[in-house]
């Protein structure tokens, strides 16, 4: 039941940040977020790095329903697989690279700037480690970086959470904001994941 109850969570807020992805396929510099980007719009690196992030990241957000069910682990496990490398291969080649550079020219200056920073070396890193170490055979460790991976893929989703609940509750001024959520996006989220992973050992070696 639990799992159910996530699913239809996260699939409901996937189906959010699909409405919010959507539409920047039109590639026009003054939709949404690119209107208060305008004094980098101009920056090839910038603009590349920005759609491909928001692009692709919405492949990720997606991937990760298949990674965490019992069911399709046991039932279909070339599904898990298949998905789990392009989960992995997106991340590394074209999600977290772009959201570095995208990091550096955020919004909120070095505070924000160190934050979204922080949130692209630690998904790149909890990604690969997730990689190598399946690859090593070490099943325990690929499941605790993979948890750590998409408690920071999920920041997509948390951080825009954040940001509606600040300035209904604050009205802050708009800088403000992006500093608060750069960091309160991801951190609570990989707090979270580590208290789960810690747990879950507790239990397991409990019942050893």
């Known amino acids: 039941m639990r799992f159910k109850i996530n699913i ?14 959507l539409p920047y396929l039109a ?15 101009d920056n090839s690196l910038w603009k590349t790095a920005f759609y491909i992030h928001v692009l692709s990241s919405m492949f990720c957000l997606i991937a990760g329903f298949t ?10 496990p070339v599904w898990h697989r298949t998905m789990g490398q ?22 909120g ?15 790149l890193y909890f990604t690969f480690q997730g990689y190598y170490q399946i690859r090593k055979g070490n099943l325990s460790l690929h499941q605790q970086f993979i948890i750590r991976s998409y408690a920071l893929t999920l920041s997509a989703l948390t951080l825009r959470a954040w940001k509606w609940v600040i300035v209904l509750l604050l009205r802050p001024h708009p800088m403000d904001v992006y ?9 609570p989220n990989l707090l979270i994941a580590e208290w789960y992973i810690r747990n879950s050992m507790k239990k397991s070696i409990a019942l050893k």
């Open 8 to 21: 239809a969570l996260l699939s409901f807020f996937s189906f959010l940040m699909l409405r919010i992805t």
């Open 27 to 41: 590639f026009d510099d003054h939709t949404a977020f690119l209107r208060i980007k305008q004094w980098v719009i």
């Open 67 to 76: 990674q965490f069910s019992n069911k399709i682990l046991t039932r279909y």
């Open 86 to 107: 392009l989960y992995v291969g997106v991340i590394l080649f074209l999600s977290g690279p772009s959201g570095l550079i995208m990091s550096i020219y955020a919004n």
């Open 109 to 123: 200056g070095f505070i924000s700037q160190l934050a979204f920073t922080s949130l692209s070396l630690l998904w």
């Open 179 to 187: 500093q608060w959520v750069a960091w309160l996006g991801w951190v």
